[in-house]
């Protein structure tokens, strides 16, 4: 039977290509999304996934996505910890506000999401958590206090929930991607990407969204169950942790 899958801003950027990946290996897919609902119809009509809207920094919403979710295609076997956002600013200028969203949408949304598939994985001894952190989360970056903090946090999380869960068929593990080819890194200003950021990627270009959902799919297979609590870099060779 078809291994379901529930990929967390899964309709656009890195979460596009990881929802189209998994459906093409067979596996069935909801991709969730916030609120950009012209993008997630979009997807769903040139991919036929289905696409499932809450916020998953709120606690209560991801208990009744799941529910609504495994109600319609069977109980959770694959999550990827996908959905992410930005809110950039020096420190000494940073909002609460801006510290709360990043770090609840970030870092709050892993907590948010695996509890309620986390039961049923342990009695069926099987599962696969992928999170997807950054490589901002591995060596800081400026202007990223709130970014940074949550994306090592995804780490910590990841690192500790494989130790409790290693006996039970159940693989947690990070991708750290670096700079991809999305809206985030197009929002990045042209003259910041082309004069600060390329000439750091060995590989000397931005990566394919493609090139994460691969590591994603190496991550969710059946055969992957020696690999946990581990953190995979995707980065162009831009930074090794
Ligand atoms: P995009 O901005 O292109 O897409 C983000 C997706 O997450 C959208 O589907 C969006 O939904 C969804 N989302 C955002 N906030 C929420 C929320 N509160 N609840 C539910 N869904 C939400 O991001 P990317 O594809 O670039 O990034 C994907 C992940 O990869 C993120 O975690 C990001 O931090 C990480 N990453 C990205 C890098 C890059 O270079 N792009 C580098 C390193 C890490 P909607 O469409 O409704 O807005």
């Not at 200003?189 to 691969?214: F, H, N, T, Y």
Request: with cysteine; net charge neutral.
């Amino acid at each position: 039977m078809a291994r379901v899958a529930v990929v967390t801003g899964g309709t656009r950027g890195i979460g596009a290509a990881i929802s189209k990946a998994l459906k093409d290996a067979g596996y069935k897919v909801a991709a969730t999304y916030a609120g950009n609902d012209a993008a997630a119809e979009k997807f769903k009509s040139e991919t036929g996934i289905p696409v499932y809207k809450w916020d998953v920094s709120s606690f209560e919403a991801c208990a009744d996505g799941i529910k609504k979710v495994e109600a319609e295609l069977g109980p959770v076997d694959v999550l990827v910890n996908n959905a992410g956002i930005t809110k950039d600013g020096a420190f000494h200028k940073m909002t609460q506000e801006s510290w709360h969203a990043v770090v609840n949408t970030n870092l709050g949304s892993l907590f948010n999401m695996t509890k309620p598939v986390i039961d049923g994985m342990r009695s069926r001894k099987f599962g696969r958590v992928i999170n997807i952190s950054s490589i901002n989360g591995q060596k800081g970056q400026f202007g990223q206090v709130n970014y940074s903090a949550a994306k090592a946090g995804d780490i910590g999380f990841t690192k500790a929930l494989a130790l409790e869960n290693a006996k039970l068929g159940i693989t947690v593990n990070v991708i750290c991607p670096g700079y991809i080819n999305t809206e985030m890194v197009q929002a990045v200003p042209k003259d910041v990407l082309e004069k600060s950021i390329l000439p750091l990627i060995p590989v000397g270009r931005l990566g394919e969204p493609e090139e994460i959902a691969r590591a994603v799919l190496f991550l969710a297979a059946d055969d992957a169950g020696f690999v946990t609590g581990s953190t995979l870099t995707v980065n162009g060779g831009q930074y090794h942790a």
